[in-house]
């Protein structure tokens, strides 16, 4: 029992991780589908509301496409760096 504990501590500590870092996503995404006003501290129903028109809050679309475009441009740059790096040490 002692050896799979060890073994497995790594994994443990990885579940554990990603269910406290998924948690606020998961509640976030749940009460998106709640049906009341601004507060979600209670369940008033379900409703798709909040989905129809996800553009509709100021400036949320924008910050989206900011998101997606740094993320793009943050992938080519490392990709690009590992790229250089894989290059210059393989040849020599």
């Not at 369940?43 to 996800?54: E, L, S, Y």
Request: hydrophobic content about 40%.
């Amino acid at each position: 029992m002692i050896n799979w504990f060890r073994k497995n501590l790594i994994r443990i500590y990885m579940v554990l991780g990603f269910t406290y870092l998924f948690i606020p996503v998961a509640y976030t995404f749940a009460f998106s589908f709640n049906d009341s006003g601004k507060s979600n501290l209670v369940w008033k129903g379900f409703t798709f509301k909040n989905w129809q028109n996800p553009c509709g809050a100021p400036d949320v679309c924008k910050a989206l496409g900011n998101s997606i475009q740094i993320g793009l441009i943050a992938t080519l740059i490392s990709n690009n760096s590992w790229n250089s790096y894989c290059i210059c040490y393989r040849t020599k």
